[in-house]
């Protein structure tokens, strides 16, 4: 008994040691991004550019799209999700490879306004105080237009306007359910989904992004079959 309480104790003590570390590691390379340029300055270019899209200036269709394929309870749980992320996990455990990565909305825009697009776990820890610096001094309406507003959607279009102009000559205010659906599902993948490079995965894609807003309660069976 005494030789397990003692390997048990070890354990209990590795974790936390190699879980601190992985902290420390992660919100140096946090600290390190903002030394070369602060967080508000990063957001203040980011909101001063021509084409900044305001949250009431994006359509409610696209607002609700978006929000139903990327993370759908953005609006009930903090910076980080770890319902999305257990159930992600699982996910990449049943299929033995990396599908699902759980982040949020926050998340995102701590990567692509902040961060890199780098795929290891110390850019991982460190989107996470990232995230939380910024729903500390932004709010979730804010936060969601800087996604919108840095996202690339294929084509060389980068935020939603331009994304909006290029692909329907509209303002963002101005897009339909059909639109709205289509573009709401381009950033997960751009070089895939894109409408001008493969129309019929851009369209499988759009239904998927139909179905969520369906299942979320954003628009009705008719209206989901209209595009369908």
Not at 23 to 49: C, D, F, M, N
Not at 61 to 79: F, K, L, M, T
Not at 205 to 223: A, C, F, P, S, W
């Amino acid at each position: 008994m005494k030789l397990i309480k003692r390997i048990t104790i070890f354990i209990i003590i590795l974790i936390i040691t190699i879980s601190s570390i992985i902290l420390l590691v992660g919100h140096s390379h946090y600290s390190k991004a903002l030394k070369e340029k602060p967080l508000i300055t990063r957001i203040e270019e980011i909101t001063s550019q021509e084409n900044y899209t305001k949250f009431n200036e994006m359509s409610s269709y696209y607002r609700n799209a978006v929000i139903s394929v990327e993370d759908h309870r953005y609006y009930s749980h903090g910076p980080v999700d770890f319902i999305a992320i257990g159930r992600a996990m699982l996910v990449n455990i049943k299929n033995k490879e990396f599908r699902e990565g759980g982040s949020t909305i926050t998340q995102q825009v701590a990567k692509n306004v902040i961060l890199s697009q780098e795929q290891n776990w110390v850019r991982k820890v460190a989107e996470i105080f990232a995230a939380f610096d910024l729903e500390k001094n932004y709010t979730k309406n804010e936060i969601f237009e800087l996604y919108v507003n840095t996202s690339y959607f294929g084509d060389g279009y980068y935020g939603i306007y331009d994304a909006s102009q290029g692909y329907y000559k509209k303002t963002p205010k101005d897009l339909n359910l059909d639109e709205a659906s289509m573009l709401a599902g381009v950033p997960n993948a751009p070089s895939v989904y894109a409408p001008t490079i493969n129309p019929s995965l851009a369209k499988k894609r759009q239904y998927h992004v139909i179905n969520k807003m369906l299942e979320y309660g954003y628009i009705t069976k008719d209206e989901a079959l209209s595009i369908k």
